[in-house]
């Protein structure tokens, strides 16, 4: 029940905030919306914002780029290339950026996170809003679909994983962070009326999700990290909420809502769905059915504390549901499997929530 908690005391504090004025980024109350909000019209009234124009082309520039690099596995020389060029995004476009480096089995695991302070402010905000996406990509092509899933188990090797070709992590990876790169952009030359913290996540996808009784080993490092570290960073505060967005770039998608994010923040969740129908991407985010995925979300929900949802593609495999990504951890995850609409679609939906924030 520790959500419910932890659950009760965002709700306190939207309501005090709404009340007082506050700057609180979360400004729109859960269940409690002001009356401009579900109308989610880019010009219902002068007092909101205009909202920019995600680019989905040049996010896709963003994806295909990652994927040239070759396979950001941690340890690699890919790797690397990626992370000086995030940083050099970052320095380009946010107000202020922090690493978070450490070390699983003597590789280097480095969280980049890009600070973006409030309009017409020149310090950050108390409680920004965390997007956040892995960069990382994995080293194994272990997914249901590939054709390297019969050779046995995975086992560690001197310079990591010891078998099968590593994904090019185009959906898986790749996407997540292109999107992000491209709100940097958009935040740059239009700042949002709230903070904003853009978190690339390291190590996500480098060990073994069913080890430790599924408990995982080398799994979900950078989040985990972030969620147990956050609160010692004096630059910036405890964000509002959280959104993940992890494989949102496939060809012909769909995204479900994820059980457990709608567990951990059922009124945010209704709140994203309900903007994808308003702007048109209801084909592509459906409330027909739901999904249940493991991912970084969790972490940040319970070490964390942080109320994140996951915006992901259904997994493939049996019983998997319409729109599932059969290329997921597969040699196959490339940029012939995704698409510009895609993440069009998805960078339109975080960039109405964002810019329909009141300061
Ligand atoms: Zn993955």
Known sequence: MWYFSNKLATYVGATILMFTGGCGARAVAPGNPPANAPTMSVAATLAQPPVPTFSGKDAFAVLKK????????PGTSPHTIELKYLQSEM??????????????????????????????RSTPAKHPILLMAHWDTRPVADGPYSTATAAGPFVYGPNGWNRTDPIPGAN?????????????????????????????DDGEDYGDFRANNGKGEG???GAHYFATHYRQNPVFGAPAFGILLDMIGGKDMRIYPELNSVQFDPDLNQQVFQ???SLGYGNIFRTDQSQDVDDDHITMNVQGEISTID??????????????YKQWHTVDDDVAHCSASSLKAVGSVITQLIYQQTP
């Open 66 to 73: 990652q994927v040239a690099w070759g396979p950001r596995v």
């Open 91 to 120: 320095k380009k476009y946010a107000n202020a950026t922090v690493l978070q480096q450490f070390s699983y089995r003597g590789i280097p695991i480095t969280n980049v996170v890009g600070v973006f302070y409030p309009a017409q």
């Open 172 to 200: 898986d990876g790749a996407s997540g962070v292109a999107v992000l790169v491209q709100l940097a952009r958009m935040f740059h030359k239009d700042p949002p009326p709230v903070g904003v913290l853009l978190l690339f």
């Open 219 to 221: 799994v979900v490092l």
């Open 275 to 277: 903007i994808a129908k």
């Open 311 to 324: 915006l992901i593609q259904p997994l493939p495999g049996p019983g998997a549901l319409p729109g599932a």
